[in-house]
Structure formats: structure tokens, C-alpha cells
């Protein structure tokens, strides 16, 4: 009988993945970009009747955003979180009958909705993804630290791009502030800071940065964003009305009811909430599996902060930390995820790949496209093990960092300015 062939060699080439050259990225990512858009054709194409009838097509989340607007340049902003008078908005809007979609933004948020709804409704869809989608590459070309756009087939294809313009969502723009402020804390705080300030429309997505802010001592990127949330919120009283906020605050302190139902799928929920619920778990056992989650996430990025490790390392491990920290991320938002792996590819480029690392990058794509499939037919939470898998590779970073040198001496004067810390 024939000896067993090793099974080291094959050990070896995953580990090393040598054969995954930038020409095999772009070859491979465009042909599954290809794929993702003959997909949002035909769907495209089913829901408006093309191939069958259907009565009762799905409506995009931009609805929602657009019938919010609608209802501010009625004189009427507070009835953006009445969710009857929302819902006949958003069948005004597309069809009678649609299927409600929720609206949780805070009244900042009103502000881009009645601007949005001052066009009509398909110019408006076209150009926030098209003005938020620019921005958001520019970041990522930013990030990645390239001069060159053979990296777009790969940004292009991530599963959370297909579901952004799928749905209408704002999760580029999302990308784009963050990702942002994460390029400019270090250079330039109070500019970093005001990016920081405008996700103020969603909230949760900043609650760890003040903590990173805080432990690295980035006091004027912490004041530029506190500056900038509340002259949104006066802002916001002055033309919607106290009226609106307390509109708000009633309809987003019932919101926990929806995304507890299952109302909102559970597979499209990519937090350790969504995947206790996705597993069945009642909703106070999902609770405080988050409660545990967004607790470990918050000491390990004030560690990672104050250390003072790199700036791809600090921005990689804030970014997928903070999809595992908050209790709502779905499908779309994993686009910030997007911004933590360009953050390692730059590190990586820098200082070499480690074991592992660019199979465990690779595996995201497809893993990512796969995530809600897997979570709805299987009841598998793909979402939270994939951003926990890029962030144990941040950790196992900051981990040979540490390793590597002692601890850092109090920073002089000229390091306090280079560093933005405090002496």
C-alpha cells in the first residue's frame, strides 16, 4: 500500500498562504463582485414583478429615511416616530400595503432625511448611496495607504457593500465618519473629533471611543466630538422642537421590544445578542452575554489605548471591538469591519503577515456573504465569530507588541505632541 502523504506541506501552505498574491485577490474578488451584482439584478428585477407577479414586494430601508423626511418638510417631525403615521408615509411613498420599516434615529438624523426628501424618490436613493459610497473608498484608499485602485474589486465585493445599496442603509456613510476619525486622531484631533461627533445618528456605534479617547489621553479629539453632538442636538431643538425629542426618546425607549421579538431576523443581527437569540436564548440571557461582550471590549481597548500601540493596531482592535461591544450591528454594518482589516493589511504591510493571518482576512469574504443564509437555515451566528476572529488577530498583534518591548516610559513634551497625549 502507498505511504500517507504528509499533511504538514498542506499545514504549511494554508499557514504561510504565500499563494495569495494581489493579482489573485483582484481576479477573485472581481469575479465574486460579478456574482454580487447579477444577484442585486435579479432580485432587483423579481421584485418588481419581472419574472412572477408579486402583490406584496419588500421595501428598502431608504423608505424609512425618506418618509421621515417627508414628514419634517410637512411641519410634522415628530410624527416620524409615531409608528402609524410613519408606516402611511412610508406606503405614500412606495406602495399600500408595504411592510413597516422601522425608524430609531434620533432627531439629528432628520436633519439628512428632509434633505433627502427633497428630491425625488429614486434620485435621492441614487445619490446618498452614490455621495456616501465616494467618500467611504477615498477613506479606505486612505487607510490601505495606496496610490493606485486595484483595491476597489476587493472593497467592492465585501458582502456588506452588497447589502448597503441592496437596502439603501447608511452604512457607508458610517464607514466613512469613523473610519475617518480613526485616520485623522493621531495628526489631527479636533478634526477627528468632529467626525466622531457626527455618528451621533447612531449613537451606539461611539461607545467605545470615548473609552479609547480617554485611555489614550486624545482630550482634544474627546472635546471636538462633545462639541459637535451637542451643537447637532440644539440644533436639531431649534428647527424640530423639543416635541421631537421627547418623540424620539419614547419610541427608542420601546425599541427593545422589537429587536427582542425577532421582528428585526435574528441571522441579520452580528452581535453577541443576535447570536444568543439566533441560539435561542431567552432575551435576558442575551442580554447579559452582551453585558459580558461590551465590558471585555471596553478594557481591552482602553489596554490597547493606553499602551499606546500603533495606530493600525489601536484603530483595527476599536473598530472590530466595537461590533462585539454594542447589542445591535446587522448585516450592513459590518462594513466598519472592512475598515479594521484595511487598518491590519496596512500593519501587515508594514511589519510582515504572521501565521494564519491572510487565510483567516481571505475567509471573511465568503464567510461574510454566507453569514444571514447560515444564521436563518441553520441557526449558526456567523456575524459575532467573524469579527471576533479579526479581532483576535489585532490582539495577538498587540500581544507580541507588548511582548516585544518593556513598558513605555512617561512620554516627554515633544512625544506628547506627536502622540497627542497629556505629559
Known amino acids: 500500500m502507498p505511504e500517507p502523504r504528509p499533511a504538514r506541506p498542506l499545514l504549511d501552505t494554508l499557514r504561510s498562504a504565500d499563494w495569495l498574491t494581489r493579482d489573485r485577490v483582484v481576479a477573485w474578488s472581481s469575479i465574486l463582485l460579478i456574482e454580487e451584482l447579477l444577484i442585486v439584478g435579479f432580485l432587483a428585477l423579481w421584485q418588481h414583478g419581472v419574472f412572477v407577479a408579486v402583490h406584496n414586494p419588500p421595501s428598502s430601508d431608504f423608505v424609512s429615511f425618506y418618509a421621515a423626511g417627508k414628514l419634517v418638510l410637512a411641519g ?25 420599516q422601522y425608524f430609531f434615529y434620533p432627531p439629528v438624523f432628520l436633519l439628512l432625511c428632509a434633505a433627502l426628501a427633497a428630491l425625488p424618490y429614486f434620485v435621492s436613493y441614487a445619490l446618498f448611496q452614490a455621495a456616501t459610497l465616494v467618500p467611504f473608498i477615498l477613506v479606505m484608499r486612505a487607510v490601505l495607504r495606496t496610490q493606485d485602485w486595484r483595491f476597489l474589486p476587493a472593497l467592492l465585493a465585501f458582502p456588506a457593500v452588497f447589502w448597503t445599496l441592496g437596502v439603501g442603509q447608511n452604512a457607508f456613510l458610517t464607514a466613512a465618519l469613523f473610519g475617518g476619525f480613526t485616520l485623522l ?32 489621553g486624545r482630550w482634544r479629539a474627546f472635546g471636538a466630538a462633545l462639541a459637535t453632538v451637542a451643537a447637532l442636538v440644539g440644533l436639531s431643538v431649534l428647527l424640530f422642537g423639543w416635541a421631537t ?54 478594557g481591552l481597548t482602553a489596554l490597547i489605548w493606553q499602551r499606546r500601540m500603533s495606530q493600525p493596531l489601536r484603530c483595527a482592535s476599536l473598530l472590530a471591538a466595537t461590533l462585539l461591544a454594542v447589542p445591535l450591528a446587522l448585516l450592513y454594518d459590518k462594513l466598519l469591519l472592512l475598515v479594521a482589516i484595511g487598518w491590519l493589511l496596512r500593519e501587515a504591510h508594514a511589519n510582515g503577515f504572521l501565521p494564519w493571518e491572510k487565510l483567516v482576512l481571505l475567509l471573511t469574504w465568503p464567510a461574510s456573504l454566507v453569514t444571514w443564509m447560515v444564521g436563518a437555515g441553520l441557526h449558526v451566528p456567523l456575524g459575532p465569530a467573524i469579527s471576533g476572529a479579526v479581532l483576535l488577530l489585532c490582539v495577538r498583534r498587540v500581544w507580541l507588541a507588548l511582548s516585544a518591548r518593556p513598558e513605555p516610559a512617561a512620554p516627554t513634551q515633544g512625544e506628547a505632541q506627536v502622540f497627542g497625549a497629556t505629559p
Not at 493621531?186 to 451621533?200: H, N, S, T, W, Y
Not at 419610541?251 to 443576535?274: H, M
Open 76 to 100: 410634522t417631525p415628530a410624527l416620524a416616530y409615531d409608528q402609524v403615521a410613519h408606516h402611511l408615509a412610508e406606503q405614500q411613498v412606495s406602495f399600500a400595503g408595504a411592510g413597516y
Open 185 to 216: 486622531v493621531d495628526r489631527r484631533p479636533a478634526a477627528a473629533g468632529v467626525l466622531l461627533g457626527l455618528l451621533c445618528y447612531k449613537p451606539h456605534f461611539g461607545l467605545l471611543a470615548p473609552i479609547a479617547l480617554a485611555a489614550g
Open 245 to 298: 425629542w421627547q418623540a424620539y426618546l419614547s419610541a427608542f425607549a420601546g425599541s427593545n421590544r422589537v429587536y427582542e421579538s425577532g421582528a428585526i431576523d435574528f441571522a441579520g443581527i452580528e452581535t453577541p445578542f443576535g447570536a444568543a437569540r439566533l441560539l435561542g436564548f431567552p432575551a435576558g440571557s442575551a442580554y447579559a452575554l452582551q453585558l459580558i461582550s461590551t465590558l471585555a471590549m471596553a
